[in-house]
């Protein structure tokens, strides 16, 4: 069990300690993971509104009659729930437009739950509650984890310190390594949402557009707010995006309709879980190595293992990924060729071709 998972747990565990669900209770969770106590207020409550960020966390969830499933990662409408549950996300930022969401969904007499590692937000997002609600309390602190109570909104617009409106998209003009530029859109909770990272920008140096995509039918795993994609569809034939995350799916279709790109389309997917056989010429990918607060490789190593069903004969993969993370021995075990494009200190490029 990782240490997300097992957080997880004893969120979920000490929430259940300390919360009141009547039967009559609205509830909107703004999180997917504690399936077991969701498919038990499915049973027991008026009404039970689910989002989450992630795709494949809303996929797991079994289908109830009651529960119903949001693909938008916030509430949209005047909805008002009477329990708001939160377990604490990776990003200040994103917690608080998670604390927004809720105050602005919260009936009156309401209350949100808190839940998360104290080390992991909870602390922090407990103290910035404050500035949205009148009570702000921890209700419960065992095995440096705690739930907090939050009720009576006090905020009638998103406190002007904090910035702009987090679950907003925003724009932003990225200057790409070819001199061109894109229009992007974006939003706290996407990786690297605020401007183009590093290793993004080494990728797009050393992958060659007229040899590698020039013509070619494009997948960007993990597309965020669509830069990699929106710039390969400037030379491919035509390009898939996904991602598990549902903002950056969100954002990267705003991104390529504001671009007026036509020849590619972005798709909420557990890697190639929505792809159904599609097959490409090229795979390129900045792969996430983070799960929460966790660095874990499993996404990045079930993009290689299961690259072969979804490339051409003599199609390949390209990722840029941090150095001592060293993918290509796995690449190695299944395709004919693997090649270092470049690097640095820091991010290496890799091309690995003709799948086995």
Same mark, same amino acid.
């Given at each position: ?75 949209? @409408?005047? /909805?008002?729930? $009477? ?7 990776? #990003?200040?930022?994103? +917690? !608080? ?117 020039? @013509?070619? /039918?494009?997948? $960007? ?7 990699? #994609?929106?710039?390969? +569809? !400037? ?122």
């Amino acid at each position: 069990m990782g240490k997300a998972t097992d957080s997880a747990t004893i969120s979920t565990a000490l929430l259940q300690e300390v919360a009141q669900f009547d039967a009559k209770d609205r509830v909107l969770s703004l999180t997917a993971e504690p399936f077991t106590l969701l498919r038990q207020l499915a049973r027991t409550v008026a009404q039970l509104d689910v989002y989450d960020l992630d795709y494949s966390h809303l996929a797991a969830l079994p289908a109830q009659n009651n529960m119903h499933v949001h693909t938008s990662v916030y509430p949209q @409408g005047d /909805a008002r729930y $009477d329990k708001v549950i939160i377990f604490v996300p990776k #990003g200040r930022d994103v +917690a !608080k437009a998670q604390l927004w969401a809720a105050a602005k969904s919260l009936a009156d007499d309401g209350m949100v739950y808190v839940c998360g590692p104290t080390k992991g937000g909870a602390k922090t997002i407990l103290k910035d509650a404050s500035e949205l609600f009148a009570e702000a309390n921890t209700l419960i602190f065992k095995k440096r984890h705690r739930v907090g109570g939050l009720g009576k909104p006090t905020a009638t617009r998103y406190p002007s310190d904090w910035g702009a409106d987090p679950t907003q998209r925003q724009q932003r003009t990225f200057n790409l390594p070819d001199g061109q530029s894109l229009l992007v859109s974006t939003m706290p909770g996407i990786f690297s949402w605020d401007a183009l990272d590093e290793g993004t920008r080494l990728l797009l140096e050393k992958v060659d557009p007229e040899t590698d995509i020039r @013509g070619k /039918a494009v997948l $960007d795993i993990g597309c965020g707010n669509g830069v990699i #994609g929106g710039w390969a +569809a !400037k030379y491919a034939d035509r390009v898939t995006m996904v991602d598990d995350n549902l903002l950056a799916v969100e954002c990267s279709q705003t991104t390529l309709a504001q671009n007026d790109i036509n020849n590619a389309e972005a798709l909420a997917s557990d890697v190639y879980s929505a792809l159904d056989g599609q097959q490409y010429d090229l795979i390129v990918t900045n792969p996430p190595f983070h799960d929460k607060f966790d660095v874990t490789t499993n996404v990045a190593h079930r993009i290689i293992r299961e690259a072969k069903a979804h490339l051409k004969r003599d199609g390949a993969l390209i990722w840029v990924a941090n150095a001592f993370l060293r993918y290509e021995s796995v690449a190695e075990e299944h395709f004919r060729s693997v090649e270092l494009l470049g690097g640095n200190t820091k991010y290496v490029v890799v091309k690995a071709s003709r799948p086995k």
